[in-house]
C-alpha cells in the first residue's frame, strides 16, 4: 500500500459510473439560462441609457450624480462608461 502525505494513495482516487455522469448530464441540461437574468456591466448601460441620457442632457445631472445614483442601486459603472454615453448623444444630436 503506498501513503502519501499520510493517506491511502490508492483510496484518494475516485471513479464514476456511466450512471453517474448521465445523471450529471441530465442535471447540468436542466440548468435555466442565466443571460437572461445576469446582465453584464454593457447590457446594464444598455438598459439604462434613455434614464442617464434624460439626466444629463433634460434634468442637470452630471456624470458623477448619476454614477453615485447608480452606486446606491448596487450598480458599478465608471464615469468614463458614463461620459462616453453622454457624449455619443451629444454628438449625434449635433
Known amino acids: 500500500m503506498f501513503l502519501f502525505n499520510g493517506k491511502n494513495e490508492m483510496t484518494s482516487k475516485k471513479y ?3 450512471e453517474q455522469v448521465e445523471k450529471a448530464k441530465e ?7 442565466l443571460k437572461k437574468i445576469r446582465l453584464n456591466k454593457d447590457d446594464v448601460l444598455e ?3 434613455a434614464q442617464i441620457i ?3 442632457l433634460n434634468k442637470g445631472y452630471v456624470s458623477e ?3 453615485s445614483a447608480l452606486e446606491s442601486a448596487g ?11 453622454i457624449f455619443d448623444k ?3 444630436n449635433n
Open 75 to 85: 450598480i458599478k459603472v465608471t464615469l468614463k462608461d458614463i461620459q462616453k454615453m
Open 65 to 67: 450624480d448619476i454614477k
Open 16 to 18: 464514476y459510473t456511466v
Open 90 to 92: 451629444k454628438k449625434k
Open 27 to 33: 442535471m447540468l441540461e436542466e440548468l435555466p439560462d
Open 54 to 56: 434624460k439626466l444629463a
Open 47 to 49: 438598459n439604462l441609457k
